[in-house]
């Protein structure tokens, strides 16, 4: 049964959170539509994988509620498609490239388990849709950075989920494979309604294709267009100091951030599987 086409990809009532006395979230409202890319930016710590991980049910909110595809976030795992973090495989992983591919489709429910032809000609055409058919017998730890990217777009396309979650997936790729990832992922949102969320700290890449933006600092958020959010009067009163957007060659150069702003990585990586 499909849910009416008006149910939110995702949603966020009155999200409330804190670790200790650091407030990550208070009183976020989000809707995200199906169909819908949304950006997600803010400084190192201000909330950005934990909102991936709350939506992906890791995380528990002390006030509000979160619902996927109009289900509790736990309970949409076959909903939610997820790109962590990248971190290169090792280079003995025993695992080729179709394996990594179709460790997604095996993920979902036992019920939904799919016949072995069936498996195997699914994970040709996700190979195909992320052009990774020439090396899809390759060990996945020879890849390149960005052929293993691929893979992990396709592997989290593989459910054909209403959401995508992308955490800083364009990381450590040169500018010609960002912008391929980026447009595989776009891809699956004009191709078959999934909304996106995509976590960044760099929004140039995917300018193109961003319809909204979550702004995080401090536990406050701006949510509208890139117009709206990513403007010197908005920044600067979000981080309390003076902060230039300065738009240049289509591009946009964010100056005067506080230093402990730069980048840096956590390193709790979830992996949603475990939840089923
Ligand atoms: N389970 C937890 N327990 C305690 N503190 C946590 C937990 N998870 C996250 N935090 C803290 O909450 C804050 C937000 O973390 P989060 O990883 O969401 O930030 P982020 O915006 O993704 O940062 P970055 O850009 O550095 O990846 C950080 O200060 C982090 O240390």
Known sequence: M??????????????????????????????????????????????????????????????????????????????????????????????????????????TRLGLRVKRREHARRVDELLERVGATSYADAPVGALSGGEQQRLRVAQALATRPRLLLCDEPLLSLDLKHQQA?????????????SAVVFVTHEINPILDHVDRVLYLVGGRFRLGTPDEVLRTDVLSDMYGSRVEVIETGGRLVVVGLPDATTHHHHDHQADPGEED
């Open 2 to 107: 499909s849910p009416a086409p008006t149910t939110p990809a995702a949603r966020l009532d009155g999200a409330t959170l804190s670790f200790g006395d650091r407030r990550i979230f208070d009183g976020l409202d989000l809707t995200v539509e199906p169909g819908e890319f949304l950006a997600v930016l803010g400084p190192n710590g201000s909330g950005k994988t934990t909102l991936l991980r709350t939506l992906l049910g890791l995380q528990h909110l002390d006030a509000g509620t979160v619902t996927v595809d109009g289900h509790a976030p736990g309970r949409a795992s076959a909903r939610t498609g997820y790109i962590p973090q990248q971190r290169p495989f090792a280079p003995y992983t025993p695992l080729r490239a179709r394996d990594l591919v179709g460790l997604g489709l095996d993920g």
């Open 181 to 193: 990832v980026a447009e595989l992922i776009d891809r699956q949102r004009t191709d078959q309604g």
